[in-house]
């Protein structure tokens, strides 16, 4: 079956960065739209960074300037670029591939991976 492993969390100071990925298999990834989400404690996941097949991006309000999303289709591999990490920042982040076509929909997670900012 499809799956997405992500990879590239951990712990950092306030400032610092890091990068994400989602490493997939099993689909057709040049086709689908990714994305990211996060999910803190006690809060509900929210929208990241996205990326379309044709590579259009855009990024939730909180984030934009600092983190950057891309995608490889060689490598089947989408990438979160974190720069100037805040302690809000902490949360596990999902990556995410979604396909809408005119009769079903296909969405798909990955397990997440931990990130936490702080000193």
């Known amino acids: 079956q499809v799956q997405l492993v992500e990879s590239g969390g951990g712990l950092v100071q306030p400032g610092g960065s890091l990068r994400l990925s989602c490493a997939t298999s099993?689909?057709?990834?040049?086709?689908?739209?990714m994305a990211w989400y996060r999910q803190a404690p006690g809060k509900q996941r929210e929208l990241v960074a996205r990326?379309?097949?044709?590579?259009?991006?855009n990024y939730a309000d909180s984030v934009k300037g600092r983190f950057t999303i891309s995608r490889d289709n060689a490598k089947n591999t989408v990438y979160l670029q974190m720069n100037s990490l805040k302690p809000e920042d902490t949360a596990v982040y999902y990556c995410?591939?979604?396909?809408?076509?005119?009769?079903?929909?296909?969405?798909?997670w990955g397990q997440g991976t931990q990130v936490t900012v702080s000193s």
């Open positions: 995410n591939a979604r396909r809408s076509m005119v009769t079903v929909d296909y969405d798909y």
């Open positions: 099993r689909m057709t990834f040049r086709v689908y739209a």
């Open positions: 990326i379309t097949s044709g590579g259009s991006t």
